[in-house]
């Protein structure tokens, strides 16, 4: 145990994260010349097109110090806010962690979430300035901050590249020697704490974890404490760039176990492993249950293909357990599922799944949040869809998610983002100057407003130059009220949203003025209205037209018109029919695209 060393990597998104585990592979001999491509680590397509890391795993790394050996668990966290709290799960398995930065962008939103995280868990941190082969990296500035940041000397920083490999012997010397070694007690009754999980299509879940106590052998009866659910541990093993198979792991090791298990929702991240037989007395601390906070509904835009959109959120949720999906009619929509996302980038990642690995055409809807409705009858309800809502008269109070938001930037760019985050009702809690030109700013925020369109706001605001990060800290009461939208007199429930009252009427003008420009002009007018109840708040027209594509072909020649005539179906397969009126998909998200 004493020639173990566990530890991850922390950075903000694109500071280098993947490419320097690659150089610690490399330099270990963990993975040969021929293994290596790019980011062997991010192996799923849609994690390397988008060069983010969804989902965290581990690798075991030998490295020989001093004529020592000394096994090294490089445990690799995802690097978005949607997935703090695998993070978290992945820290605590952790003695160790190297936090990197990048030495042309300093310090940014991420790098202090996941820090702070580090913290909490007492992690050793080794500060790795990266990318130092650019020429314009700011070494002297950059270190300025981190020093400020951690209270460490000059001397600890790492100087690195992952490019040219500058500096990657120096984090392996000083991972064996400032990560202390796992402790706990081999002897003790088994305690494993799951940090991640991989859906594999022949073996069934496999589920990574660190044994903090005890030992467990390849076919103990084991039990999973959260779920109550027992398994024989058909296999265990560590990690390499396979699974190598071993016959035990004790205290300190980290590995895997395949045993039979099914669905992805049967391994929770946090659980804990023991033995049927002695038991521990306690679960791992810090276990969670993750629950989705982001909404939206998905339909198929054919609605015979519903069965095969149910299919395919089937097999998504095997392998992704914060997925969660429920049937839901829409009056305008006919059949489809409320989905559950952890945040907007997981929900994306689900869309793009559904498109690419199951080819599915489907529409989705404005996103929303989960509300706490307290009814005048006393009840509580949790309402996840606009059109969930019971009548305003019923509703005594309605208590949204709230999060506390840190935006870092420039300190140019703080006029700018003091608006933004007040227009969406934003509470400034805290100004702090990182260096002379650059602030932290901490708000307290509805969730709500960040699932519409915050973040490209802030980013064309700040030229790209702020970072941000949040996490929940509970609900508060807010003067909500329902906003529909009709077309020729019909309530649209998908196009529903809840807003808050102050911004209701400007709001419900806006969204009417671009859907106007989204909607294609049809055979009559269509009337466009916001409404609060049965109060119209706001009202545009799209002016009829007679579009008539045969009549430049002069009857003549049939086939011709014939193609024409297809080509005009194929332009309206995109289209939902909405009553009598042709709604093209755009429309259901014209909300994120307000000006
Ligand atoms: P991650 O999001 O933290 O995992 O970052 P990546 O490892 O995916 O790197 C983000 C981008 O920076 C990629 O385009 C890398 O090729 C590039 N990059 C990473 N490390 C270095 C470095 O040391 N020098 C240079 N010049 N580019 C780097
Ligand atoms: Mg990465």
């Given at each position: 145990?004493?020639?173990?060393?566990?530890?991850?990597?922390?950075a903000?998104?694109?500071?280098?994260?993947?490419?320097?585990?690659?150089?610690?592979?490399?330099?270990t001999?963990?993975?040969?010349?021929?293994?290596?491509?790019?980011?062997?680590?991010?192996?799923?397509?849609?994690?390397?097109?988008?060069?983010?890391?969804?989902?965290?795993?581990?690798?075991?790394?030998?490295?020989?110090?001093?004529?020592?050996?000394?096994?090294?668990?490089?445990?690799?966290?995802?690097?978005?806010?949607?997935?703090?709290?695998?993070?978290?799960?992945?820290?605590?398995?952790?003695?160790?962690?190297?936090?990197?930065?990048?030495?042309?962008?300093?310090?940014?939103?991420?790098?202090?979430?996941?820090?702070?995280?580090?913290?909490?868990?007492?992690?050793?941190?080794?500060?790795?300035?990266?990318?130092?082969?650019?020429?314009?990296?700011?070494?002297?500035?950059?270190e300025?901050?981190?020093i400020?940041?951690?209270?460490?000397?000059r001397?600890?920083?790492?100087?690195?590249?992952?490019?040219?490999?500058?500096?990657?012997?120096?984090?392996?010397?000083?991972?064996?020697?400032?990560?202390?070694?796992?402790?706990?007690?081999?002897?003790?009754?088994?305690?494993c704490?799951?940090?991640?999980?991989?859906?594999?299509?022949?073996?069934?879940?496999?589920?990574?974890?660190?044994?903090?106590?005890?030992?467990?052998?390849?076919?103990?009866?084991?039990?999973?404490?959260?779920?109550?659910?027992?398994?024989?541990?058909d296999?265990?093993?560590?990690?390499?760039?396979?699974?190598?198979?071993?016959?035990?792991?004790?205290?300190?090791?980290?590995?895997?176990?395949?045993?039979?298990?099914?669905?992805?929702r049967?391994?929770?991240?946090?659980?804990?492993?023991?033995?049927?037989k002695?038991?521990?007395?306690?679960?791992?601390?810090?276990?969670?249950?993750?629950?989705?906070?982001?909404?939206?509904?998905?339909?198929?835009?054919?609605?015979?293909?519903?069965?095969?959109?149910?299919t395919?959120?089937?097999?998504?949720?095997?392998?992704?357990?914060?997925?969660?999906?429920q049937?839901?009619?829409?009056?305008?929509?006919?059949?489809?599922?409320?989905?559950?996302?952890?945040?907007?980038?997981?929900?994306?990642?689900?869309?793009?799944?559904?498109?690419?690995?199951?080819?599915?055409?489907?529409?989705?809807?404005?996103?929303?949040?989960?509300?706490?409705?307290?009814?005048?009858?006393?009840e509580?309800?949790?309402?996840?869809?606009?059109?969930?809502?019971?009548?305003?008269?019923?509703?005594?109070?309605?208590?949204?998610p709230?999060?506390?938001?840190?935006?870092?930037?420039?300190?140019?760019?703080?006029?700018?983002i003091m608006?933004?985050?007040?227009?969406?009702?934003?509470?400034?809690?805290?100004?702090?100057?990182?260096t002379?030109?650059r602030?932290?700013?901490?708000?307290?925020?509805?969730?709500?407003?960040?699932?519409?369109?915050?973040?490209?706001?802030?980013?064309?605001?700040?030229?790209?130059?702020?970072?941000?990060?949040?996490?929940?800290t509970?609900?508060?009461?807010?003067?909500?009220?329902?906003?529909?939208?009709?077309?020729?007199?019909?309530?649209?429930?998908?196009?529903?949203?809840?807003?808050?009252?102050?911004?209701?009427?400007?709001?419900?003008?806006?969204?009417?003025?671009?859907?106007?420009?989204?909607?294609?002009?049809?055979?009559?007018?269509?009337?466009i209205?916001?409404?609060?109840?049965?109060?119209?708040?706001?009202?545009?027209?799209?002016?009829?037209?007679?579009?008539?594509?045969?009549?430049?072909?002069?009857?003549?020649?049939?086939?011709?018109?014939?193609k024409?005539?297809?080509?005009?179906?194929?332009?309206?397969k995109?289209?939902?029919?909405?009553?009598?009126?042709?709604?093209?998909?755009?429309?259901?998200?014209?909300?994120?695209?307000?000006?």
């Amino acid at each position: 145990m004493n020639n173990i060393r566990n530890f991850c990597i922390i950075a903000h998104i694109d500071h280098g994260k993947s490419t320097l585990a690659d150089r610690l592979l490399e330099m270990t001999q963990t993975v040969t010349q021929r293994e290596m491509k790019q980011q062997v680590l991010d192996n799923m397509d849609l994690e390397q097109e988008r060069g983010i890391t969804i989902k965290s795993h581990a690798i075991q790394m030998n490295y020989l110090q001093e004529g020592q050996k000394y096994t090294l668990n490089l445990i690799d966290t995802p690097g978005h806010v949607d997935f703090s709290y695998e993070v978290s799960r992945s820290i605590a398995a952790c003695e160790g962690a190297l936090l990197i930065i990048d030495s042309t962008q300093g310090i940014q939103a991420q790098t202090i979430s996941n820090l702070y995280l580090a913290l909490e868990h007492d992690l050793e941190i080794i500060p790795v300035m990266n990318k130092m082969d650019l020429p314009n990296a700011m070494p002297e500035v950059v270190e300025d901050q981190i020093i400020d940041l951690l209270g460490c000397e000059r001397e600890d920083i790492i100087r690195a590249s992952g490019k040219t490999g500058e500096g990657v012997g120096e984090i392996l010397t000083r991972i064996v020697k400032d990560v202390p070694p796992p402790v706990g007690d081999p002897d003790a009754p088994l305690q494993c704490l799951i940090f991640d999980s991989v859906f594999n299509s022949f073996r069934g879940v496999i589920a990574y974890f660190k044994v903090t106590n005890g030992t467990i052998h390849t076919n103990d009866l084991v039990k999973f404490v959260a779920t109550g659910k027992q398994y024989q541990a058909d296999e265990i093993g560590v990690l390499k760039l396979k699974m190598n198979p071993r016959d035990e792991l004790s205290a300190g090791d980290v590995g895997y176990i395949i045993s039979g298990i099914k669905t992805a929702r049967e391994v929770k991240v946090g659980d804990t492993i023991t033995h049927v037989k002695n038991p521990c007395d306690k679960a791992i601390a810090g276990f969670e249950e993750v629950k989705p906070m982001v909404f939206a509904g998905i339909y198929p835009i054919d609605s015979d293909d519903y069965e095969d959109l149910r299919t395919a959120m089937e097999k998504l949720q095997l392998n992704d357990a914060s997925l969660t999906f429920q049937p839901e009619s829409s009056a305008a929509l006919g059949f489809g599922f409320r989905c559950g996302f952890l945040g907007l980038l997981h929900m994306e990642i689900v869309q793009e799944r559904l498109d690419r690995e199951f080819d599915m055409n489907v529409i989705t809807t404005v996103p929303n949040v989960s509300y706490h409705v307290h009814t005048k009858g006393g009840e509580i309800l949790d309402v996840y869809n606009p059109s969930g809502m019971p009548e305003a008269t019923l509703i005594e109070d309605i208590e949204e998610p709230f999060i506390r938001a840190q935006v870092i930037s420039k300190s140019d760019f703080i006029g700018p983002i003091m608006t933004l985050c007040l227009e969406k009702r934003g509470i400034l809690k805290k100004q702090d100057y990182l260096t002379a030109d650059r602030v932290e700013l901490t708000f307290d925020m509805p969730l709500g407003e960040i699932v519409f369109d915050f973040y490209d706001k802030l980013k064309s605001i700040s030229k790209g130059y702020a970072s941000f990060d949040y996490h929940i800290t509970g609900y508060r009461s807010a003067k909500l009220i329902k906003l529909d939208i009709l077309l020729n007199s019909e309530p649209v429930d998908a196009l529903s949203t809840l807003i808050h009252f102050d911004n209701a009427y400007n709001f419900g003008r806006r969204i009417c003025e671009k859907l106007k420009e989204l909607i294609p002009r049809q055979q009559f007018d269509v009337a466009i209205q916001a409404a609060i109840g049965a109060k119209i708040i706001a009202r545009e027209t799209v002016k009829a037209v007679r579009k008539d594509v045969t009549a430049k072909c002069y009857g003549g020649d049939i086939s011709r018109k014939r193609k024409l005539l297809e080509k005009q179906k194929k332009g309206k397969k995109r289209m939902k029919q909405v009553g009598n009126v042709e709604v093209p998909q755009k429309a259901f998200l014209a909300v994120l695209k307000l000006d």
